[in-house]
Structure formats: C-alpha cells, structure tokens
C-alpha cells in the first residue's frame, strides 16, 4: 500500500533553534518527493523537490535528505523565525505519471 | 506568469445546498486536482481530471462532480451539502507530461463553511 507518514505530528520550538521533520514513504515505483510550506488557511507552497539520484537539497535555511534505500526524508529548519510556523506537508510521487500521496504534515509553532 | 487561481476565496452555505468552485491551471498545465483539507489534516485527494475526463478518484461520494473546460480550468460541484463538508477545497495543477515529472503547484484555496 502506497503511504507517507511524517513526524513528529507537532512541534514547538524556540527562535533561533533548529528542527528537523521527518517524513517515511512506502510509494513505489517512486519518482520524486516534494516538500512543501502551508500556513494557516492558505495554499501548500513548494519548498523543494527531490528526485531518486538526489541525496541533499536547501532553500535557504531549508535542507531536505533522501534517502531511497530506506525511504525516508527529512526536513532540515536552521535558526527558525517566527515565520516559519505553519504545517509542513511531505508529498511522493509514484513513478507512472500524476499519482501524489499526501502525508498528514507536521505542525511547527516557533515561539518567541 | 499566474499561478493558480481559485474562486471564490471565501463561502458560506446551509445544509442541502449546492456549491460550485472554480479553479485555473497554471499556464502550461493541462491537468487538475482537487483535494479537501478539513481543519488541522493534510489534503484528501477527491479527483483528477484530464482532457475535459475524470481520471482518477479518492473515496469520496458521488456528491462531488466536477468538470474540466477546453481551456484547463475546472469546476467543483458539491450537491446536498452537509456539515462535514466545511473544509479548504485546494485545486492543484500538474502537466500530464513534460519535465519535471511531480510538478504540482496549488492555489489558495476556496473556504468553505456550510451552516
């Protein structure tokens, strides 16, 4: 069955500090994995993507890691800002064209 | 370059009425998803549709239809609407093919609260 998981579910952290999320996929044939930004109320935004050859890749102070062989990604945050509170939603792509598989997403609340 | 848009942002209906909403596709993507977020869960996949035909389909009752225009744009229909169905309807657009495979952009979202 073709699943992501993410976690923690939520999370709060201090300014200035680092987190790292956490995402788990079972889809297969796998094509690319996407994370992405959703604050309260709006639209998911694009924060990377990551194919099956690419082990590492940041957007500013986010870094994303994939590891195909165990299937697993991770969501690196540095020195978080109070604007990075918002859910984070981990989505994979199955390698036959446009099938996506939502995690449920972790909520980040970054207190002053 | 428009990414994409949805209408209306915001809406408010009572049980049993019907509601359409409406999506435009980013510029060069020529296929549309639909997703409802209820409040503090991810998007739940409800259909997808390409040349103007529903392709795939999540668990969802016959309730939600929808309808894809020669020119990309898409509408949902919620019939016989009921209090469950308060939620964020996102519309997502991706091209059926073309690089990069996976590229899924979603507008802001249509909230809907049904009384």
């Known amino acids: 069955k073709n699943q992501v998981e993410q976690s923690p579910q939520s999370l709060i952290i201090l300014e200035g500090k680092n987190c790292t999320l956490q995402?788990?996929?079972?889809?297969?044939?796998?094509?690319?994995l996407r994370w992405y930004k959703q604050d309260t109320g709006r639209g998911p935004v694009s924060l990377t993507i990551m194919t099956f050859s690419e082990n590492t890749k940041s957007n500013g102070r986010y870094t994303a890691t994939l590891d195909a062989d165990t299937k697993q990604s991770s969501l690196h945050i540095t020195a978080s800002q109070l604007s990075d509170s918002a859910s984070y939603i981990c989505v994979v792509s199955r390698d036959t064209g446009n099938q996506f598989y939502f995690g449920t997403g972790t909520s980040l609340t970054v207190i002053p | 370059d428009a990414g994409v848009t949805q209408s209306p942002t915001h809406l408010i209906k009572t049980r049993g009425q019907q509601v359409t909403l409406r999506c435009s596709p980013k510029?060069?993507?020529?296929?549309v998803s639909w997703y409802q977020q209820a409040l503090g869960q991810g998007p739940q996949f409800i259909f997808q549709y390409y040349e103007e035909e529903e392709r795939q389909r999540g668990n969802f009752p016959d309730r939600f239809s929808g309808h894809q225009f020669p020119n990309y744009s898409s509408e949902l229909n919620v019939n016989a609407l009921l209090l469950g169905d308060s939620a964020l309807y996102l519309c997502?657009?991706?091209?059926?093919?073309?690089?990069?495979?996976?590229?899924?952009?979603f507008g802001e979202g249509s909230r809907l609260t049904v009384l």
């Open positions: 997502a657009s991706s091209p059926q093919r073309g690089s990069p495979a996976g590229e899924l952009f």
């Open positions: 995402c788990n996929y079972t889809v297969s044939p796998f094509s690319n």
């Open positions: 510029s060069g993507h020529d296929t």
